[in-house]
């Protein structure tokens, strides 16, 4: 059977990258004694495919992997043991059984909600929700990218599906497929910009509040969350 197991992500684990945080879950799995299945050959692995890989120095209250299990004692037992083999500032928030349909966790991913903060000490602009509604508003939104082998410019805002503002915090709801990944902070720098104030990476926290699938079947065409697509068991 194969489930997905959504968990938040929250303390000093932010500013572990993305390797470690697999090899992480493959011993926490072994010490929770989870049924999961190997891979066969001279070199077994346990059959497991994460989501969107999460920025170091973001925290999240939606990631999610994928495993399966050979044998189990229900969705609360499956929490139980995870949960106590997590480290401080892990926490498993739920686990769903998934149909044979559903396409894995990293090609299922569509979508993914953000939440930006100021950290203590540091100045946000102000008047955020005028300016968030008049920056969204824009027709184009370009940015210049940097990649491997050159610089190109590109237009965002078919990627923005939301973006708004309270005088505390910003809310970006964008496009996280492999084809059209908007990076928040790449976001967030281009709204500086339209503000025409200096951005500083270091005075804001990234929350990334859900990671999210695109339903298109029997006349459907949403985006829920990656957990939405599973049963409980």
């Known amino acids: 059977m194969r489930v997905r197991i959504k ?12 390797l470690d945080m697999m090899r992480f879950f493959q ?13 066969g050959g001279f070199s077994p692995h346990q ?3 994460f989501a969107a890989p999460l920025g170091v120095g973001l925290c ?26 997590m480290v401080p500032g892990i926490k498993i928030e739920n686990i769903v059984a998934l149909g044979e349909k559903a396409g894995n966790a990293m090609a299922s991913v569509a979508a993914a909600a953000y939440t ?10 102000e008047n955020l929700p005028t300016h968030c509604q008049t920056f969204y508003s824009q027709k184009e939104i370009m940015v210049t990218k940097q990649t491997k082998k050159s610089t190109m410019t590109i237009d965002l805002k078919p990627g923005i ?21 908007i990076k928040p902070a790449l ?25 999210y699938t695109r339903i298109t079947d029997q006349g459907k065409n949403e985006l829920v969350p990656l957990d939405g697509v599973g049963e409980s068991f």
């Not at 990631?63 to 969705?75: A, F, M, P, T």
């Not at 599906?161 to 990944?181: I, L, R």
């Not at 005075?203 to 859900?210: G, H, K, L, P």
């Open 60 to 85: 999240s209250n939606g990631e999610y992997l994928d495993i399966e299990v050979n044998s189990h004692k229900g969705r609360e037992d499956m929490i139980r043991r995870l949960n106590e083999a």
């Open 47 to 49: 059959i497991m495919s």
């Open 7 to 18: 968990f938040s992500k929250h303390g000093v684990v932010k500013f572990i990258g993305h």
């Open 116 to 125: 930006v903060l100021w950290k203590p000490g540091y100045e946000k602009p």
């Open 27 to 39: 011993k926490a799995i072994r010490r929770a004694g989870i049924d999961v299945t190997y891979s």
């Open 161 to 181: 599906y939301e973006f708004k503002g309270t005088e505390d915090s910003v809310s970006m709801f964008v496009d996280a497929s492999s084809s059209g990944n």
């Open 187 to 211: 976001l967030l720098e281009a709204f500086y910009e339209y503000l025409k104030l200096p951005f500083d990476s270091n005075a804001i926290q990234i929350i990334r509040e859900d990671t």
